[in-house]
């Protein structure tokens, strides 16, 4: 069975830093895309990044560029999201998201840890 | 940078059809998918690939994508399936969601 558990979300000041992880298992890590996927309160889905099996390659949202970093370690089997200079609006549930196998969608989701920035 | 417009809300009656639009430029050029998330849990797939169905899905959730609009389309609706659903596109190696419709079974 897929499993993805997010950890590591808490409340941090608007400036701050914090780094969220995501631990996977019942699948071969190392052969997927993946993703984080977040939802401010009462708002809809928006993705933030995504990186490439072994790293190479990795995207963003225009809004988190230069603040967010996406990384995995794929002998450990976790995604992880190291997020600087935050913001009260980056406040939301991240979500670590598998992107299907040749496919482009999402096919598997965790349970979300809560970032909330306020001071 | 690229959008994805749904409505806010759709009512439906028990056993009817509820119908869900998602727009966006030349959206049909594109694979559009779907997710449903009911309140306090994560999404989950519905639709992928404009039409397909992953297991576990009912056969009453179909999809469909041309020109600039993918539907999702809920048969004989049951109230399970009142919940939040989202399309979602990929453009330029981003991904991107439709701001979420709320379906609701009267």
């Known amino acids: 069975e897929v499993q993805l558990v997010e950890s590591g979300g808490g409340l941090v000041q608007p400036g701050g830093s914090l780094r969220i992880s995501c631990a996977a298992s019942g699948f071969t890590f190392s052969f997927y895309w993946m993703n984080w996927v977040r939802q401010a309160p009462k708002k809809g889905l928006e993705w933030v990044a995504n990186?490439?099996?072994?790293?190479?390659?990795?995207y963003y949202v225009d809004s988190v560029k230069g603040r967010f970093t996406i990384s995995r370690d794929n002998a450990k089997n976790s995604l992880y999201l190291q997020m600087n200079s935050l913001r009260v609006d980056d406040t939301a549930v991240y979500y670590c998201?598998?992107?299907?196998?040749?496919?482009?969608?999402?096919?598997?989701w965790g349970q979300g840890t809560l970032v909330t920035v306020s001071s | 940078s690229y959008e994805l417009t749904q409505p806010p809300s759709v009512s439906v009656s028990p056993g009817q059809t509820a119908s869900i639009t998602c727009s966006g430029d030349k959206l049909g050029d594109k694979y559009a998918c779907w997710y449903q998330q009911k309140p306090g849990q994560s999404p989950v797939l519905v639709i992928y690939?404009?039409?397909k169905r992953p297991s576990g899905i009912p056969e009453r959730f179909s999809g469909s994508n041309s020109g600039n609009t993918a539907t999702l389309t809920i048969s004989g609706t049951q109230a399970v399936d009142e919940a939040d659903y989202y399309c979602?596109?990929?453009?330029?190696?981003?991904?991107?969601f439709g701001g979420g419709t709320k379906v609701t079974v009267l």
């Open positions: 979602q596109a990929w453009d330029s190696s981003t991904a991107v």
């Open positions: 998201a598998r992107l299907g196998s040749g496919s482009w969608n999402f096919d598997n």
């Open positions: 690939e404009d039409n």
């Open positions: 990186i490439k099996q072994d790293g190479s390659e990795k």
